[in-house]
């Protein structure tokens, strides 16, 4: 490979330009029919890679793409250092700590989440014909591969959904992340072992095995000791009171090529090391929402694209797409993960209107299932048509999983806000400056409606469950809640706060709106439909500006309850509900 020169930089220039505005214009508008955006950006690669634009303008296609050595050399570069920080961002949405928490159920149905998937994607392509493997002796290896990348979800496209149908926040949303997080820290593990073991064939199984011990070695000190120490370093860096942004980015990047290089060092991927290295700077408190939500927009605005860009420029898909195979790999993976989640919801003691929701919520393989069989395509480990088959029944899993998600909830039980919020749960000016102080001064509003228990009780409920997983949203909204044992319905309170107060919201902005929200500890369904609710009309910027400008309780109320329910239903609640002497009325 010879030198660079201007005509390769110049060509390089063209490349990214071209590549960049067609990928980030098309995932704009997949975006607005909530379709996730590596769909968009997988497109634009078939579109100008050899599958189209090689097949029916080859000209075009090797002037932009020139049969070159240094310059594909150069566009895979930078789609690899795409693919390197794009694991570091999903282990850092990655909360460790919440999902230990929780591993009583998010842990059971996170395993058998794994274990059903793995077991039928690996009898299933045990048997597949000679044709589709690169090399027949390695077919238990090749069975194993498949059974991994047929298994492993896509959080980050669940993750979107949730936030698109304003769950994220509620207890079954943190339930759906949690299990998530876990599945990808085994399914990912599993993964680099199978890979390891691969590429160190022909070494002796004693050295394999040391191999297999510092791995495993390796992950449990990042999830443990190595959390911890991450932290502390982020914590005396934003002690001295630096950039908010720049240094903890530079610091986050510098933790991701040490641990990829490690885990490179060890015999594994250096994929796996980002993605323990995102994991454990998910940990560092120091890091607040905004930097985060900093960090992934950089990653996402301009690495991922061209990394998902770029895999539609190395393979033709229309000359190796296969019916059988990808309809197999579509069926079998998205069937097998249902099914294990489906099995860990059905084994623990969430209520039954809690399956179908998480079921869906794990089929999605999405970017993760694809980067997966990237993997296995490069170290010659799969064919193209198998590799092609992965991709398709990632794209397909991934588009579904939305609409299949919001026809879950509406078939929940329909409840009203209103039956659970009045004109006596309003606090027009919040005179509390700290986060902690609202919730207790709504906590005592809350107590002095309720019979359930007592201020206290609900704060610290209330705190520590804010503590588990903030509850600020975008927009100055935030929705503090908690599970109460003693209640025996909803309870919502809300509380303006002009001036704003600090809640480390993912946009950074002050928070001004406040919905506190009690539920019974038995019924599930109230919670997700209240916050959902909330957080769909709360959305609307002339809501919010309304609510801003009103100038007493009685009418932030009036704008409050027009929004949350139909004209029948303020009807019905004007019927049931009379104000007592002294307090004026609704209107």
């Not at 749960?425 to 986060?435: E, G, P, V, W």
């Not at 609900?458 to 503090?480: D, N």
């Not at 309304?546 to 027009?562: H, P, Y």
Request: charged share 15%; with cysteine.
């Amino acid at each position: 490979m010879g030198p660079i020169n201007e005509q390769h930089l110049f060509i390089f220039l063209v490349q990214i330009f071209l590549l960049l505005i067609l990928a980030k214009g098309t995932a704009d508008f997949f975006t607005r029919w909530k379709q996730p955006a590596f769909t968009a950006e997988m497109l634009v690669g078939l579109l100008v890679g050899p599958s189209i634009l090689g097949r029916f303008f080859p000209d075009i296609y090797r002037i932009v793409f020139p049969d070159d050595i240094v310059q594909k050399t150069m566009l895979e570069t930078i789609a690899w250092i795409g693919l390197f920080f794009f694991l570091l961002n999903t282990g850092l949405e990655v909360d460790f700590s919440s999902a230990w928490r929780q591993r009583g159920d998010a842990l059971t149905i996170a395993l058998t989440d794994i274990m059903v998937p793995m077991s039928i994607s690996f009898a299933v392509c045990l048997f597949l014909p000679d044709q589709y493997l690169v090399d027949p002796s390695q077919r238990m290896i090749f069975a194993l591969f498949m059974a991994t990348a047929m298994t492993i979800s896509a959080m980050p496209i669940t993750a979107r959904a949730l936030h698109d149908l304003r769950i994220a926040k509620t207890d079954l949303g943190f339930l759906i992340i949690c299990a998530l997080s876990v599945n990808d820290i085994i399914g990912w593990l599993i993964f680099t072992i199978i890979l390891g073991i691969f590429t160190q064939a022909g070494i002796n199984s004693l050295k394999l095995a040391g191999i297999l011990t510092l791995t495993l070695g390796f992950t449990v000190f990042c999830l443990t000791a190595g959390r911890h120490v991450v932290d502390f370093v982020f914590s005396k860096v934003k002690a001295r009171q630096t950039s908010p942004t720049v240094v903890p980015l530079t610091l986050l990047w510098l933790l991701g090529l040490f641990c990829g290089a490690v885990t490179q060092k060890l015999g594994i991927h250096a994929l796996f090391g980002f993605f323990l290295a995102g994991i454990m700077a998910g940990e560092a408190k120091a890091i607040s929402e905004r930097t985060r939500q900093v960090i992934s927009h950089i990653v996402y605005a301009i690495f991922v694209p061209l990394f998902f860009v770029n895999i539609g420029l190395k393979v033709d898909f229309l000359k190796n797409f296969d019916g059988f195979i990808v309809l197999l790999v579509t069926v079998v993976s998205m069937v097998g993960k249902f099914l294990g989640a489906w099995l860990g919801v059905h084994w623990t003691r969430l209520p039954p209107t809690n399956r179908l929701p998480i079921a869906i919520a794990h089929v999605p393989g999405g970017s993760m299932e694809i980067i997966v069989g990237l993997i296995a395509y490069e170290h010659h480990l799969i064919t193209e048509p198998v590799f092609v088959a992965i991709v398709f029944g990632a794209l397909v899993s991934s588009v579904i999983v939305g609409p299949w998600l919001s026809y879950a909830l509406t078939k929940r039980r329909r409840i009203s806000l209103l039956e659970y919020f009045s004109h006596r749960s309003i606090i027009a000016d919040l005179k509390a400056t700290s986060k902690e102080a609202v919730i207790a001064r709504l906590c005592d509003l809350v107590a002095s409606q309720e019979e359930a228990g007592e201020a206290e009780t609900f704060y610290k409920s209330v705190l520590e469950r804010e503590h588990i997983m903030g509850t600020a949203l975008e927009e100055g909204i935030a929705v503090p809640h908690a599970r109460i044992a003693l209640l025996r319905r909803p309870v919502i309170v809300f509380g303006r706060s002009p001036a704003g107060i600090e809640w480390n919201s993912p946009d950074g902005k002050p928070t001004q709106f406040i919905f506190l929200i009690l539920t019974p500890t038995h019924e599930d369904e109230f919670q997700v439909q209240i916050l959902s609710s909330i957080a769909r009309a709360m959305s609307d910027s002339q809501i919010r500006k309304n609510i801003l400008e009103a100038g007493d309780a009685v009418t932030i109320w009036g704008i409050l309850r027009a929004v949350f329910v139909s004209s029948e239903i303020v009807r019905k609640q004007d019927q049931e509900i009379r104000p007592s002497p002294g307090v004026p009325r609704d209107e």
